[in-house]
Every structure is written in C-alpha cells, then in structure tokens.
C-alpha cells in the first residue's frame, strides 16, 4: 500500500474523532413533550406537540379544553418559545427560554412582565401524562338586555380592569342580598363565578381566573357609589396589582 493509502484512513479518523458529536447528531425536539411550568400559583403539567424544521419551532399544546399555538426557535441547544393567552379578555405573552438535553429540556418562565418562573420538560411517553386545562378562547355571549338598575351592588356592570398590560374590559352581573354578593364575570375566558360581600359602600369581590399555568386567585374591592364603583383596587393573585372601575348598566 502506497503512503497515500495509509494516510486518507488516518486523515479521515482524525477528523471523526475530533468533530463534536452535537456537529455530527443535530439536536432535534420534534415530537410530544410533557411540559410542566412552574408560575407563582404554583406547577402544571401539560402536553405540547412540538415540530422543528431548522432552527424554526411551531406547536401545540393540547388539552381537553382545547389547543394553544406556541412557536420559538433552536440554536444549538439553546431554546426559545412563546406564545399567548387570554387574561381577563387581554392577551398576556408568555416566554420560555432554557437548554435541550436529549430527552429533557429546562430553563426560565416570564410571565408577561408580571411574574418570573421555570420550565422542565420530558419526551412523552407511550402513555400521556394529566393535562392541565388550557385557557379556552371561545367567547361567552353577554346579554343584551341590561339588569334592572338597584341600590347596594346588584345590577349588571360595565367593568374596566387596569394593569400594567393594559386595560380589560368584564361584563359583571351580580346580586345582592343582605350584603352578599354573587354572580358572574363574562370575559373571553368565559363567564367565571364572582362572589363577595358588601359593607356599606365598600365593596369585596373574589373570582378564580384559569389560565394553562394553572388557577389566579383575583380579588377586586371598591366603593359603590350609587351607579358607579370608585376607588378601586385589584389583586391580581401574585400576577400583579392594578386598578379598576365599573358603571351599571341602565
């Protein structure tokens, strides 16, 4: 064998042996991942179908109560996706960025600016794990025929809620008896069940909004000043604090 002949085999095992095995084998994360987040209200786990075509990411996450896009990018085994749910009828962003590791992958939550988190995930198995509940995008439909106007709380309330992502408008029906209230919050998530108390002017409300991070307590108190609520404050279940405002409808 010519000198030639034994050098191509050395040149080519030299190479081989010096290229990292991430060059040779590109990380790829296509295909169902169980993805657990862990938000200030605590850790949920649900499915996401993801599909990688180059560094480009699109998805799924999927659960009984629906399906929620979700798109990012991967470079190396650097990953980054978003997407976006509805709070209080207003969409709040949602960013995850962290490392894949084979079957694994983790790193940190930015919850819309509000809140900070983290994220770990497993290749689905051949059997899926519990699903959180996704938020629902359908829309629930508010009635057009406005609540007989009365004293105390009771009545149907154009709501405005404000915090540092903006405004969000409710559609509030409540009533009162003997200084108990209950009723409904109509926003896109749905109508969610509302309930309280009124002590003479001053107003406390509570509701549980649900998001795909799981359950945010939301606890509203103002004061009722004939067809209008004033001085309003809005606790936001660690997400945040804002403000609110409501005027009944005639």
Not at 95 to 107: I, K, L, P, Q, R
Not at 178 to 204: N, P, Q, R
Not at 211 to 227: A, F, H, K, N, Y
Request: aromatic share 6%; proline share 4%; net charge negative.
């Amino acid at each position: 064998m010519t000198r030639g002949n034994y050098l191509l085999p050395a040149l080519l095992f030299f190479v081989c042996a010096c290229v990292p095995a991430t060059a040779i084998a590109q990380t790829t994360i296509t295909g169902d991942w169980d993805l657990t987040i862990n938000s200030p209200q605590g850790a949920r786990t649900t499915l996401v179908s993801l599909k990688q075509d180059g560094e480009k990411v699109t998805g799924m996450f999927k659960s009984q109560a629906g399906e929620l896009p979700v798109e990012g990018t991967i470079t190396g085994t650097e990953l980054k996706l978003a997407f976006t749910i509805n709070f209080q009828g207003q969409p709040l962003p949602i960013t995850m960025s962290g490392t894949v590791d084979g079957a694994s992958m983790g790193g940190k939550a930015d919850f819309g600016g509000f809140a900070e988190g983290d994220f770990s995930a497993k290749r689905a198995g051949t059997t899926t794990a519990p699903i959180a509940a996704a938020a629902t995008t359908a829309s629930s439909a508010e009635s057009t025929t406005a609540a007989p106007a009365s004293s105390g709380a009771a009545g149907q309330w154009d709501v405005t809620v404000k915090t540092q992502a903006g405004e969000f408008p409710v559609t509030a029906t409540l009533t009162d008896e003997a200084g108990k209230i209950s009723g409904t919050m109509a926003t896109h998530l749905g109508e969610l069940a509302v309930e309280g108390t009124i002590d003479g002017k001053t107003l406390k409300l509570s509701m549980i909004a649900k998001t795909p991070q799981g359950d945010i307590p939301v606890s509203l108190t103002g004061d009722v000043e004939g067809d209008s609520i004033v001085n309003g404050r809005a606790d936001l279940g660690g997400m945040g604090l804002g403000e609110w405002t409501a005027r009944r409808r005639q």
